[in-house]
């Protein structure tokens, strides 16, 4: 008969064997003359055949050992798909009808459907002006709302930002440990960016997930044959087609590519970065070069016009809205170079090679991460804008935030282990208050973060106008025959598509306009024109105008002696109170020309 010695699990509620120094005490007289030495288990109950009798095995300096184990599979699992639930529930609970960005993209998929099976016209201007190719997202979104209206169109960006937290859990743990990817998933899903993006019909939710797709592919890939990172080049060409600015953060998923493979290949990584920048130039080109998006890409990305917010500005709303989780990445990078190995972090490097990475690796990866997040501020910095700021801020986070966890672990601690509730810390009143001090400082942080994101997320959702009453009191009016002037004419397209279409409605921010005696006008000489002469059967204007012609516009209504105030319809924004008006026009239009 065998003795076995077994190490205790954590939680068995099994006494120890006793120490002395580094050896284990084993009774004489329970071995035999000529009976097999002793046995060591591990705590799963697997032979060290390599560890002498007489010594015990390293124990897991944390609760949750480094090696696989299903029931710590199945508890992160259900925390990671707590997280997705409230996710989710913050997302859905955000309401407004249809802001002007998803009421022009999901009607550009509908009218892009026509086009493909029907043969309609479509808008020649969708390529040049979107912010990503219109047969990509758009179609997705219009198909969506095929099925479940605005709503199904929302319900799209939703799976897609699920599915960005799912990843970064898997490229965290990948990186680091569970636990560390559980408090990365929840301070992601805390923030403002992800909150909207989830219940927001544009191209960013696509774009995010498929970013993330690529750096979970790089990531994952990090032992495997150096050609399969080129898996995640065609993903990333689909990312930046799905939107143009998505390309801010290609470089950073290729130098993940080098930087995560390095503990296991030294310099063979760099080919990774070679074949996958090899491969996006070759795939890219190719798109390029037979599309017609490049007009597109330089109007809304390259040479997008440049704006008037102030630095000072701009570095304020980006530190309320990624301030506090790039705060904690930098702890946890810094934590992390200082020492690689605390208790809740086995790497994934440590389990394959045996040894943790060095520090300039690990300050490497603090930098491409805790940079990543920087881009879209400084970028938009650099063109004095704050426009889509806030969903850009999201594409960062979601590289860094595998760090904001790390440092929220370290804030934390490790999990509770044997020593921390042992006879000498049930003695020790101050090492239990550290204890609880900890664990309740990271709680107060997750529950800020919180906090603030779905304030932030309310007050964004309400910076534009409910449009319900406005769609009510003009569908008995419009036709297919009638011309509509108005400041927010997305909004009425896409809601009227089955009575008007696209060219009967008239934007307020360009228009070109030949009237009565051929004389041809631009700027607002054309809108009062075109008011005078009675080109439009119904004029809205919002107030506070957003336009730089809408000053013009209300000027010429009252005083064309052609339109009639029919209706103002107040509402309330995060900017204030406001109106629309509607006006109607009175006589006849003398049929003019218009472009």
Known sequence: MEVEITTPAFGTGRTAPQRLGDELQVSRSSIQEGQEAPRVLDSMGAPLHDTPAHLVPEVAPAGWSARDGRRRAWVCRAGLGLIMVVQALLSMRLHNTAFMDEALYIYAGHAEFAH?????????????????????????????????????????????????????????????????????????????????????????????????????????????????????????????????????????????????????????????????????????????YGSSILAGIQFTTTSRAHGTNSTSSLIDVSADWIGLALALACWGALSYVWRGRIGEVTSAARKATGEEPGRIWRAMLGLLLCGTGLLAPAYQIHLSTSVSLHKHVGFGLFFFAPLAGLGLARIVGPHFRRAAIGPRFRRATIGVGLLIIRAATGLLIIVLALSDGMEQSQRRYATWPDSTRLVDLLRPHVNGNGRYLSDIAQVPIYYFRDITKWNQWTGTYYLNYTDTKGVKRTGADAFAAAIDDGRYNFVVLQKPGVSKFDPAIAKALPTSGKYRLYAELPFSTTFGDGSYQVWMRTSDSRGTSVS
Not at 163 to 172: K, M, N, R, V
Not at 192 to 203: E, H, N, P, Y
Not at 275 to 281: C, H, R, V, Y
Request: charged share 10%.
């Open 116 to 288: 493909i099976f029907h043969g309609a016209p479509v808008n020649s201007s969708y390529s040049s002006t979107f912010s990503g190719s219109p047969m990509l997202y758009p179609l997705l979104a219009g198909a969506m709302d095929s099925l479940g209206d605005l709503t199904g169109a929302r319900a799209l960006s939703l799976l897609f930002m699920l599915g960005c937290t799912g990843l970064l859990y898997s490229l965290t743990r990948r990186l680091f440990e569970e636990r560390v990817g559980l408090f990365a998933a929840a301070l992601f899903v805390a923030a403002q960016s992800t909150i909207v993006l989830g219940w927001f019909a544009t191209f960013d939710s696509a774009a995010l997930f498929l970013l993330a797709f690529a750096a979970w592919v790089v990531v994952r890939t990090d032992r495997a044959n150096p050609f399969t990172v080129l898996f995640a080049a065609p993903i990333l060409v689909l990312a930046f087609c799905t939107k143009y600015a998505a390309g801010l953060f290609i470089p950073t998923v290729v130098a993940l590519a080098v930087i995560v493979a390095w503990p296991h290949r030294g310099a063979r990584a760099l080919w990774r970065g070679v074949l996958l920048s090899a491969a996006l130039g070759a795939i890219g080109g190719a798109v390029l």
